[in-house]
């Protein structure tokens, strides 16, 4: 059995987006280990298609000895397990690096400057091609005997329950997110008085998730006008929040990773874009959705720009701020006349 190694560390978004590939790989016989970072080694810890997990602390850190620790543990890692191949699904060099050095026979990833220490590895399209997809794209220059995943994929722990009151009928919303541990971008936020008045207008009942000081505020603001919606920010664990979507009728919400747990937990969802690319972003899925802003200057989001790039930076929002109410109304009732709950 050969032994794989996919690196994926961060956000947990991101993480979700690439856990077709943890199951397919299995599935063709090969011992899969992930390296992740240990604030999203929740979105694999119990996945039954994972040997074993290569958990790190955060990295970057703002610590240059921590720095120098975690790659020196990186490269322990690959070094002992004895890897026949690594999956590298970030454009930075380093992981290349590490890989080759510490003796994986075979690397595959994304070319960047230093895409000598690949074996394997093809250009990385940020706006039009499915993150998701992409990666399988990758992986398939690897192993052609892959198949495409149809979704993506979440296992809560098996003890893992719903502790709260629910409407037997509701949608399930995050006003908020856009955030991960290395950057914030609020401009992938819809402005919080659209969902107000788009709650308003929705017969169904409203639940509302999150975790952390904005989602907390946030809320507080829907609360305010709309005291009858269901607040559980910050009141549920992750595997709690998973359980909680998988039981609503529909999410709605931010490109966040909310908005992939919901299709990973196989429900209908409705992304909202505007910096971020909906083509690239948005979840696969049978019931994935999304709503674009047709702002021409959107989207605007170039990863390679980091957090000086105009995604980051424009203080207007004007592209979240083009979509209409109306327009995420008159979606959510055709999905809920296509698809009753």
């Given at each position: 059995?050969?032994?794989?190694?996919?690196?994926?560390?961060?956000?947990?978004?991101?993480?979700?987006?690439?856990?077709?590939?943890?199951?397919?790989?299995?599935?063709?016989?090969?011992?899969?280990?992930?390296?992740?970072?240990?604030?999203?080694?929740?979105?694999?810890?119990?996945?039954?298609?994972i040997k074993e997990h290569a958990i790190i602390h955060t990295f970057p850190s703002k610590s240059l000895f921590q720095n120098i620790r975690t790659i020196w543990r990186l490269f322990?890692?690959?070094?002992?397990?004895?890897?026949?191949?690594?999956?590298?699904?970030?454009?930075?060099?380093?992981?290349?690096?590490?890989?080759?050095?510490?003796?994986?026979?075979?690397?595959?990833?994304?070319?960047?400057?230093?895409?000598?220490?690949?074996?394997?590895?093809?250009?990385?399209?940020?706006?039009?091609?499915?993150?998701?997809?992409?990666?399988?794209?990758?992986?398939?220059?690897?192993?052609?005997?892959?198949?495409?995943?149809?979704?993506?994929?979440?296992?809560?722990?098996?003890?893992?329950?719903?502790?709260?009151?629910?409407?037997?009928?509701?949608?399930?919303?995050?006003?908020?997110?856009?955030?991960?541990?290395?950057?914030?971008?609020?401009?992938?936020?819809?402005?919080?008085?659209?969902?107000?008045?788009?709650?308003?207008?929705?017969?169904?009942?409203?639940?509302?998730?999150?975790?952390?000081?904005?989602?907390?505020?946030?809320?507080?603001?829907?609360?305010?006008?709309?005291?009858?919606?269901?607040?559980?920010?910050?009141?549920?664990?992750?595997?709690?929040?998973?359980?909680?979507?998988?039981?609503?009728?529909?999410?709605?919400?931010?490109?966040?990773?909310?908005?992939?747990?919901?299709?990973?937990?196989?429900?209908?969802?409705?992304?909202?874009?505007?910096?971020?690319?909906?083509?690239?972003?948005?979840?696969?899925?049978?019931?994935?959705?999304?709503?674009?802003?047709?702002?021409?200057?959107?989207?605007?989001?170039?990863?390679?720009?980091?957090?000086?790039?105009?995604a980051y930076t424009c203080d207007n929002n004007l592209c979240m701020k083009q979509i209409s109410v109306s327009s995420v109304l008159n979606m959510i009732q055709t999905l809920q006349?296509?698809?009753?709950?």
């Amino acid at each position: 059995m050969k032994k794989l190694l996919i690196i994926k560390l961060a956000s947990l978004g991101d993480v979700l987006a690439s856990t077709p590939l943890f199951s397919h790989f299995a599935s063709l016989n090969y011992e899969v280990h992930h390296l992740v970072m240990e604030n999203c080694a929740i979105i694999t810890q119990h996945n039954p298609h994972i040997k074993e997990h290569a958990i790190i602390h955060t990295f970057p850190s703002k610590s240059l000895f921590q720095n120098i620790r975690t790659i020196w543990r990186l490269f322990r890692i690959m070094r002992r397990d004895r890897y026949d191949a690594a999956l590298i699904l970030h454009i930075h060099p380093l992981f290349q690096i590490l890989s080759k050095i510490a003796g994986i026979r075979t690397t595959i990833g994304f070319n960047n400057r230093m895409s000598r220490f690949l074996t394997i590895s093809i250009s990385y399209n940020h706006n039009t091609i499915n993150r998701t997809v992409q990666e399988f794209i990758l992986a398939q220059k690897f192993e052609p005997a892959l198949k495409m995943g149809e979704g993506l994929e979440y296992y809560p722990s098996p003890t893992a329950t719903i502790t709260h009151q629910l409407p037997s009928q509701f949608l399930a919303c995050n006003i908020s997110g856009a955030s991960n541990i290395h950057s914030s971008m609020p401009n992938r936020r819809w402005p919080t008085q659209s969902y107000i008045e788009l709650f308003k207008q929705l017969s169904m009942p409203i639940v509302l998730l999150g975790n952390g000081e904005e989602d907390t505020y946030l809320a507080s603001l829907v609360m305010k006008e709309l005291p009858h919606c269901i607040n559980l920010v910050n009141q549920t664990t992750f595997d709690e929040t998973a359980l909680i979507l998988q039981k609503s009728c529909l999410y709605l919400g931010n490109d966040s990773s909310l908005l992939y747990l919901s299709a990973a937990m196989d429900k209908p969802t409705v992304g909202l874009f505007g910096p971020t690319p909906s083509e690239a972003a948005n979840p696969i899925g049978k019931h994935q959705f999304s709503i674009v802003s047709s702002m021409e200057c959107s989207p605007c989001y170039i990863p390679l720009h980091g957090i000086k790039g105009r995604a980051y930076t424009c203080d207007n929002n004007l592209c979240m701020k083009q979509i209409s109410v109306s327009s995420v109304l008159n979606m959510i009732q055709t999905l809920q006349k296509s698809s009753p709950c």
